[in-house]
């Protein structure tokens, strides 16, 4: 593979974070400095890395029971029930793990619960009384509409009686929540939509959403969020894309320019194409770095896509000779597609207007060898790319 797609998976790798930033032993929790005593544990894990951050933990402690809710099960974990859910879209799968761990933390009683959450965690658990197809339907509306991933947790949150600081509410234990960002911006709240999180947003903000998407949804429809905790909470943020960037930028030297990336993602790859023209032509060569998640908005069916192949298009339409760009899905997925993403270059004389009309990016990234296949990583911080100028 690759050496920088291989760097970009080295970097957020989940494992790796969690040993060098967390001290475990029997009955004792360090992270930053803050410990942590107990004797029974409830470690909950939910997210594309669940399974990577509860083996990080079961191979250095034993805990009084585990739950585990994963996408895929791709690796052995003894000792903890694991409950494979889906993603992105809602099941009856995300209901029966939400049921399970809301009944667990109702009825017993631990010192501590360890809670590991990571991206992809809307989808894989949810806890409602809403019908499933009335929310398939409008979580399905809210991920093609192009609002960014902060506006569409918003109205999760006000879907679900386990998302928006719900999870921590129904706890009678401590939690500490170790959390890997998938958000532009590390807000912690819309990770996973912030299940151990107090929410500051109300239903009055979920419905100015859904109005801007033409959805109207009656206030007893939603569900307001708690606004204080049953139980002492104590958040952290273990990894998100912008320490993958300067970390790629300690290795590979250039200039990061935002790890905050949002907005339509062909109009993106259109930016960068225009940032490495004109870097080549004063003679500024060198590398770019940008991570976050540019918006796709999906009228009709579309096609074989995702948010990497638009911003590649967006590239290779303006883009000249001599500039290149890596566009990574660190979860390995871009969209529907089975790739992480693309490698291009400028200056080909391709026609992109009828791939990006039907949303179908990978129809011409397969024809031009362009694509990367990492397989599913267990790991999600959002997307890197990174642009090589004149080299």
Same mark, same amino acid.
């Given at each position: 593979?690759?050496?920088?797609?291989?760097?970009?998976?080295?970097?957020?790798?989940?494992?790796?974070?969690?040993?060098?930033?967390?001290?475990?032993?029997?009955?004792? @929790? *360090?992270?930053?400095?803050?410990?942590?005593?107990?004797?029974?544990?409830?470690? @909950?894990?939910?997210?594309?890395?669940?399974?990577?951050?509860?083996?990080?933990? $079961?191979?250095?402690?034993?805990?009084?029971?585990?739950?585990?809710?994963?996408?895929?099960?791709?690796? %052995?974990?003894?000792?903890?029930?694991?409950?494979?859910?889906?993603? !992105?879209?809602?099941?009856?799968?995300?209901?029966?793990?939400?049921?399970?761990?809301?009944?667990?933390?109702?009825?017993?009683?631990?010192? @501590?619960? @360890?809670?590991?959450?990571?991206?992809?965690?809307?989808?894989?658990?949810?806890?409602?009384?809403?019908?499933?197809?009335?929310?398939?339907?409008?979580?399905?509306?809210?991920?093609?509409?192009?609002?960014?991933?902060?506006?569409?947790?918003?109205?999760?949150?006000?879907?679900?009686?386990?998302?928006?600081?719900?999870?921590? *509410?129904?706890?009678?234990?401590?939690?500490?929540?170790?959390?890997?960002?998938?958000?532009?911006?590390?807000?912690?709240?819309?990770?996973?939509?912030?299940?151990?999180?107090?929410?500051? /947003?109300?239903?009055?903000?979920?419905?100015?959403?859904?109005?801007?998407?033409? &959805?109207?949804?009656?206030?007893?429809?939603?569900?307001?969020?708690?606004?204080?905790?049953?139980? !002492?909470? +104590? *958040?952290?943020?273990?990894?998100?894309?912008?320490?993958?960037?300067?970390? $790629?930028?300690? =290795?590979?030297?250039?200039?990061?320019?935002?790890?905050?990336?949002?907005?339509?993602?062909?109009?993106?790859?259109? *930016?960068?194409?225009?940032?490495?023209?004109?870097?080549?032509?004063?003679?500024?060569?060198?590398?770019? $770095?940008?991570?976050?998640?540019?918006?796709?908005?999906?009228?009709?069916?579309?096609? %074989?896509?995702?948010?990497?192949?638009?911003?590649?298009?967006?590239?290779?339409?303006?883009?000249?000779?001599?500039?290149?760009?890596?566009?990574?899905?660190?979860?390995?997925?871009?969209?529907?597609?089975? =790739?992480?993403?693309?490698?291009?270059?400028?200056?080909?004389? &391709?026609?992109?207007?009828? =791939?990006?009309?039907?949303?179908?990016? +990978?129809?011409?990234?397969?024809?031009?060898?362009? /694509?990367? +296949?990492?397989?599913? /990583?267990?790991?999600?911080?959002?997307?890197?790319?990174?642009?090589?100028?004149?080299?």
């Amino acid at each position: 593979m690759n050496e920088i797609v291989n760097k970009v998976l080295e970097f957020s790798d989940s494992y790796k974070v969690l040993e060098e930033k967390i001290r475990v032993k029997q009955g004792e @929790l *360090n992270v930053e400095g803050n410990v942590f005593k107990f004797s029974r544990l409830l470690l @909950l894990a939910v997210g594309k890395s669940s399974i990577k951050m509860a083996k990080f933990f $079961l191979q250095r402690i034993k805990v009084s029971k585990g739950i585990v809710i994963t996408p895929e099960i791709y690796d %052995k974990l003894e000792g903890v029930e694991i409950l494979q859910s889906t993603h !992105p879209q809602i099941s009856e799968k995300s209901l029966k793990a939400g049921e399970r761990v809301v009944e667990v933390l109702k009825k017993e009683d631990y010192d @501590l619960v @360890l809670f590991l959450l990571s991206g992809g965690a809307s989808a894989l658990l949810e806890y409602t009384d809403i019908p499933l197809e009335e929310l398939r339907s409008l979580n399905d509306r809210l991920v093609k509409s192009g609002l960014t991933i902060n506006e569409i947790n918003v109205v999760r949150k006000h879907l679900s009686k386990i998302k928006g600081g719900w999870l921590a *509410n129904y706890s009678k234990s401590p939690i500490v929540s170790l959390i890997i960002s998938d958000v532009p911006g590390g807000d912690l709240s819309a990770v996973g939509s912030g299940p151990t999180v107090l929410d500051s /947003t109300t239903v009055d903000d979920a419905i100015r959403i859904l109005k801007k998407i033409g &959805i109207e949804l009656k206030r007893e429809d939603l569900i307001e969020t708690p606004k204080s905790l049953s139980a !002492p909470v +104590y *958040n952290f943020k273990i990894l998100d894309v912008e320490e993958v960037l300067i970390k $790629l930028r300690s =290795y590979l030297g250039g200039k990061i320019i935002s790890s905050e990336v949002r907005g339509d993602a062909f109009s993106f790859g259109a *930016n960068l194409a225009g940032i490495g023209n004109t870097l080549l032509r004063i003679g500024d060569k060198g590398i770019i $770095l940008a991570g976050g998640e540019p918006e796709v908005k999906i009228e009709g069916k579309g096609g %074989k896509g995702g948010r990497n192949g638009e911003v590649c298009l967006g590239f290779l339409k303006f883009a000249n000779k001599g500039i290149k760009l890596y566009a990574i899905a660190t979860d390995g997925i871009d969209g529907n597609s089975e =790739y992480a993403g693309c490698i291009v270059e400028g200056g080909l004389d &391709i026609d992109v207007d009828k =791939y990006i009309l039907i949303h179908s990016s +990978y129809e011409l990234l397969e024809k031009i060898n362009a /694509t990367i +296949y990492t397989g599913f /990583t267990g790991n999600n911080v959002n997307n890197v790319y990174l642009l090589e100028v004149g080299k």
